[in-house]
């Protein structure tokens, strides 16, 4: 016959450790402003000549499977032309502040 067994229900306490207080990140105005910025115009010609190949290939009939290949293809180049473009902004504004 089976027998059913309880099961532990103690709770195990975790003894508090101290930290050392953290020390406040150093930044630094080493931005390459211009890097960043041929980058994000890099993948913004980049995802427009995917956007062209896309278009070009619905217009042609192209099968599904091509098509959706161009489009996982924009959309990756997108999303990251957008998070770039964050990136530029995040930077110009934190360098203004600086600035004052």
Known sequence: MATSRKKSTKTLKHKSVKSKA??????????NHEAHW????????????????????????????????????LLLLLGECNYMQRECTRMAATSKKRRK
Do not use: H
């Open 22 to 31: 953290k020390k406040a990140a150093v930044q630094t105005d080493t931005f």
């Open 38 to 73: 041929k980058a994000y115009k890099e993948l913004q010609t980049k995802a427009e000549k995917a956007w062209i190949q896309l278009r070009n290939n619905v217009k042609k009939n192209a099968p599904a499977k091509v098509l959706v290949k161009d489009q996982s293809n």
